[in-house]
């Protein structure tokens, strides 16, 4: 089981940066592919990016690429969003997730925990 608590989010103007947070419990961090997405009302959740057990490999999705950066400091249980640039629509709640065979791709159902998210808006 992982528990993981998403922090760092806000009201940012347009062109401005935010870092998120995603905090995890227990002590099997380090054997769990990270990922981030996010989801806007009336929308599917959409894959932003993902790093693997070790953070050697990153996956990001077209739209953040050279924006976005997505790190992760396994003694501290930790995955970071680091969000540059921002766009309105980059507007929606994000999540982490966790998922246990070192998988960095798109699909959400193979994530296997959530947190609960937290609201980025981005508007002048």
């Known amino acids: 089981q992982v528990q993981l608590v998403e922090s760092g989010g806000g009201l940012v103007q347009p062109g401005g940066s935010l870092r998120l947070s995603c905090a995890a419990s227990?002590?099997?961090?380090?054997?769990?592919?990270m990922g981030w997405f996010r989801q806007t009302p009336g929308k599917e959740r959409e894959f932003v990016a993902a790093?693997?057990?070790?953070?050697?490999?990153?996956n990001y999705v077209d739209s953040v690429k050279g924006r976005f950066i997505i790190s992760r400091d396994n003694p501290k249980n930790t995955v970071y969003l680091q969000m540059n640039s921002l766009k309105p629509e980059d507007t929606a709640v994000y999540y982490c997730?966790?998922?246990?065979?070192?998988?960095?791709?798109?699909?959400?159902?193979?994530?296997?925990?959530w947190g609960q998210g937290t609201q980025v808006t981005v508007s002048a």
């Open positions: 997730a966790a998922e246990a065979f070192d998988y960095t791709g798109t699909y959400s159902s193979r994530y296997d925990y």
């Open positions: 227990g002590r099997t961090f380090s054997s769990y592919a």
């Open positions: 790093i693997s057990r070790n953070g050697r490999s990153t």
